[in-house]
């Protein structure tokens, strides 16, 4: 078979970092509820608030406990701090997904299914971690992608010239879970079969671990989850060493 191109992994990585985006975008605005504007509110005026307005303030305390973006909690963040709470708390619940097929065992490992997954997750937090250093052009991001999870050194130019700049931003990609929007994102990656080997992975012993019925699936998400740790702190090395790719914008 013969080896993808670079002009191949662009096209592929821009398609999916164009779906990741409006996602993750999503994430962070989303407040159909109004509790994460709620968690601003003056914590003083609250003793003579209502049964119901009591209400609305535990659960908008209970979302600022998680520090979601948008809260105030998030807002106290540091940058390096937000692009943790990627890894930890939206990699976690991905990473769930990654291992479920390892229930199965080495039947999993006929399918490329935790492989393809995988390289989605990592895709999707890299993205996400990016975004909150400051990474938020599009080309950048393929860049970074192209080197951390198919080590590929690939200029700005080479993204650039290759990306299919007209794929537009879709409505429906700002509704969907975290889940789908993994499976949809690996779906996007799939013709980038012969890269997933070349991201960050699971240790030896994880990926042994992994083909045994049952127990193949908490090895999995152990294994997947150490990889993605990985992944980010490459992801982070590789912005550090492109101080160029970040905007200037960008509040530290």
């Known amino acids: 078979m013969a080896k993808?191109?670079?002009?191949?992994?662009?096209?592929?990585?821009?398609?999916?970092?164009?779906?990741?985006?409006?996602v993750l975008d999503a994430l962070s605005e989303r407040d159909p509820l109004g509790l994460k504007g709620h968690t601003f509110r003056?914590?003083?005026?609250?003793?003579?608030?209502?049964?119901?307005e009591h209400g609305v303030h535990l659960l908008s305390d209970a979302i600022n406990v998680t520090d979601w973006p948008g809260?105030?909690?998030?807002?106290?963040?540091s940058t390096a701090d937000r692009a943790d709470w990627w890894v930890t708390r939206i990699g976690t619940v991905n990473t769930a997904a990654v291992a479920y097929p390892g229930l199965f065992g080495a039947?999993?490992?006929?399918?490329?299914?935790?492989?393809?997954?995988?390289?989605?997750?990592?895709a999707m937090v890299l993205i996400a971690v990016a975004r909150e250093y400051g990474v938020t052009d599009r080309a950048r991001q393929v860049e970074l992608l192209a080197s951390v999870l198919c080590d590929r050194n690939l200029t700005a130019d080479?993204?650039?010239?290759?990306?299919?700049?007209?794929?537009?931003d879709d409505?429906?990609?700002?509704?969907?879970?975290?889940?789908?929007?993994?499976?949809?994102?690996?779906?996007?990656?799939?013709?980038?079969?012969?890269?997933?080997?070349?991201?960050?992975?699971p240790a030896a012993p994880f990926r042994l671990l992994s083909y045994?019925?049952?127990?193949?699936?908490?090895?999995?998400?152990?294994?997947?989850?150490?990889?993605?740790?990985?992944?980010?702190?490459?992801?982070?090395?590789?912005?550090?060493?492109h101080p160029d790719a970040v905007s200037a914008s960008t509040d530290d």
């Open 71 to 77: 809260t105030k909690g998030w807002s106290e963040r």
């Open 171 to 201: 409505p429906k990609d700002r509704k969907k879970s975290l889940i789908r929007a993994v499976w949809d994102t690996a779906q996007t990656l799939r013709g980038l079969s012969d890269e997933f080997d070349r991201r960050p992975q």
């Open 42 to 52: 003056d914590k003083s005026d609250d003793e003579n608030d209502s049964t119901v």
């Open 4 to 22: 993808v191109s670079d002009s191949q992994i662009v096209s592929i990585l821009d398609n999916a970092v164009a779906g990741i985006n409006p």
């Open 107 to 122: 039947w999993a490992k006929r399918l490329p299914i935790t492989s393809v997954l995988g390289f989605a997750n990592q």
């Open 212 to 241: 045994i019925p049952v127990v193949g699936a908490p090895v999995t998400y152990v294994g997947e989850r150490l990889a993605l740790s990985k992944a980010a702190k490459e992801g982070r090395r590789w912005i550090s060493a």
């Open 158 to 168: 080479d993204v650039g010239a290759t990306a299919d700049v007209t794929l537009a």
